[in-house]
């Protein structure tokens, strides 16, 4: 916290003591992982503990001609657009006193990172207020409570110890929470995350877009039932390892389609997808018998992550979980993509524990969630 005791006479210091007791205040939040560029405003009640999401923005960068994300293009799309976004937010919201800035500090792609943590320290010297960097997978599984902090809400609250299932396009882990900074990774991936391998898989079978997965979920909703045209086989299972393996399914449908030549119907663009998320679901309940004894005590199971936001898969979780007495949630499927609300959120969530970031901190491009500590 040396950046803060430097500054023990000026505004910034008498700003963070203020905000840590503050009963009510406001966060702008930043988001750069990857190639969404994203600003939200959260408006925090703590004597009432709620919050309400005052704004969000997000300006995605198009990769489609690329056929992924290029990271020097993301970089330059961030330095681009995170100066203008956040100008926007504050000219709409001049009403608005902002007294903590969050942003997210890792994991991600260096570059992109760089240009939100960087931008948050500035903005944050300059209106005199704390600066705080986030862990982006905990802002994940941290992301339903936020909804469940709204004033009138009465549904299901997510407590800890709770299970997340993070599916995205650069991590799928099964991971037990015990609190803010106690994170057990109890499946991890053994090569390629789930959304990278949708991705490549429908690439393979021709679709052109920016989301390739989401893109292929669209076009198979018309199918009632997936084809076997393809037979497609489970990786090579190890009941000792009950890792995630997702790479052997981007070689068999490459293998397949040179093969056949077949044509991408609705009915084989679900069996590919339908072969994936049975995998998933098959790890998941190998884990949840393995790790019996440690789950006893969570009632909720959070799936965040861009995948989180396919219905099937949705729907598959929502099964697998009745059976374990688990209560399955899901953010709207908004906001199971990245998003600055969540990092505005988790900013919350970890300023009211204590949690202090340091300015002369950098990025963290790899950031594994179980080596997440506090900072003071």
């Known amino acids: ?54 704004d969000h923005v997000k300006i995605t960068l198009d990769s489609s001609l690329q056929g992924g994300i290029n990271p020097a293009l993301a970089t330059a799309h961030h330095h681009q657009s995170v100066g203008p976004l956040i100008r926007d937010v504050l000219k709409k919201h001049a009403d608005t006193t902002i007294d903590l800035v969050c942003a997210t500090r ?5 570059g992109c990172l760089s240009s939100g943590v960087t931008f948050a320290k500035g903005l944050s010297l300059g209106l005199g207020v704390p600066y705080l960097g986030v862990h982006h997978m905990l802002a994940h599984l941290l992301t339903p409570r936020l909804f469940e902090a709204a004033e009138g809400y009465s549904g299901h609250k997510t407590e800890f110890p709770f299970l997340s299932l993070l599916v995205s396009g650069g991590h799928t882990m099964l991971v037990l929470s015990k609190s803010l900074y106690d994170h057990t990774v109890l499946c991890n991936t053994a090569d390629v995350a789930i959304g990278d391998a949708l991705d490549k898989c429908a690439r393979t079978l021709g679709f052109q877009g920016n989301m390739l997965g989401k893109v292929m979920d669209q076009y198979c909703r018309s199918a009632d039932t997936p084809s076997s045209q393809w037979s497609i086989p489970m990786p090579v299972d190890n009941k000792n390892d009950i890792r995630y393996s997702f790479a052997a399914f981007h070689s068999y449908i490459g293998m397949k389609k040179k093969e056949t030549q077949a044509e991408t119907t609705p009915e084989l663009a679900l069996e590919v997808q339908t072969a994936i998320f049975n995998h998933l679901m098959k790890k998941t309940k190998a884990a949840f018998n393995i790790y019996k004894k ?17 219905p099937r898969l949705r729907e598959a979780l929502q ?21 600055a609300a969540m990092i505005g959120w988790a900013g919350i969530e970890l300023h009211e524990d204590g949690y202090r970031s340091d300015l002369e901190g950098f990025q963290i ?4 969630l179980a080596e997440f500590e506090k900072e003071i």
Not at 38 to 48: F, G, H, P
Not at 106 to 110: A, D, F, M, N, S
Not at 294 to 310: D, F, R
Not at 320 to 326: N, P, T, V
């Open 319 to 339: 099964e697998l979980c009745a059976k374990y007495k688990l209560e399955a949630v899901f953010p709207d499927p908004y906001w199971c993509t990245d998003n």
């Open 1 to 54: 916290m040396r950046a803060y005791a430097a500054s023990s006479r000026g505004p910034l210091q008498r700003r963070l003591l203020h905000t840590s007791r503050s009963l009510t205040y406001n966060v702008l939040a930043i988001e750069t992982s990857c190639d969404d560029t994203c600003a939200a405003i959260i408006s925090r009640d703590r004597e009432k503990n709620t919050a309400a999401l005052i």
């Open 106 to 110: 890792g994991p991600g792609l260096p």
């Open 294 to 310: 440690e789950i006893a005590s969570a009632t909720t199971l959070v799936c965040s992550g861009g995948v989180a936001a396919n």
């Open 365 to 368: 491009p790899k950031w594994p």
